[in-house]
Nanobody, 122 residues
Framework: QVQLVESGGGLVQAGGSLRLSCVAS????????MSWFRQAPGKEREFVAA???????YYLDSVKGRSTISRDSTKNTMYLQMNSLKSEDTAVYYC????????????????WGQGTQVTVSQ
């Protein structure tokens, strides 16, 4: 069983930055991927970024160049640094871990955190 706990969300003005953190209860970095998803009200859960066991990274096109996913295996922690935030980035952000499968698809992930709210004001 893996428990994931996100933190770092909050209210920020457009153009600002936030760093989200996801702490895992056990070592997860040997798993296929750890990722961030987000879900805005009335919308489906959307892939944001992933980092694989080998360190390869993937990003949603709309956050590429503004966001960086990273991990610290000594702390069992994954991060998402988000810069130049826009109102359309407003959502609940979830971290998740997968044993395999397509990194872009929510159904590939078997453990999820409870989410952290990110609100970007104009």
């Amino acid at each position: 069983q893996v428990q994931l706990v996100e933190s770092g969300g909050g209210l920020v003005q457009a153009g600002g930055s936030l760093r989200l953190s996801c702490v895992a209860s056990v070592r997860t970095f040997s798993r296929s991927a750890m990722s961030w998803f987000r879900q805005a009200p009335g919308k489906e859960r959307e892939f944001v970024a992933a980092i694989t066991w080998s360190g390869r990274t993937y990003y949603l096109d709309s956050v590429k160049g503004r966001s960086t996913i990273s991990r610290d295996s000594t702390k069992n922690t994954m991060y998402l640094q988000m810069n130049s935030l826009k109102s359309e980035d407003t959502a609940v952000y979830y971290c998740a871990t997968a044993a395999g499968g397509d990194v872009y698809t929510p159904s590939s992930y078997d453990y999820w955190g409870q989410g952290t709210q990110v609100t970007v004001s104009q």
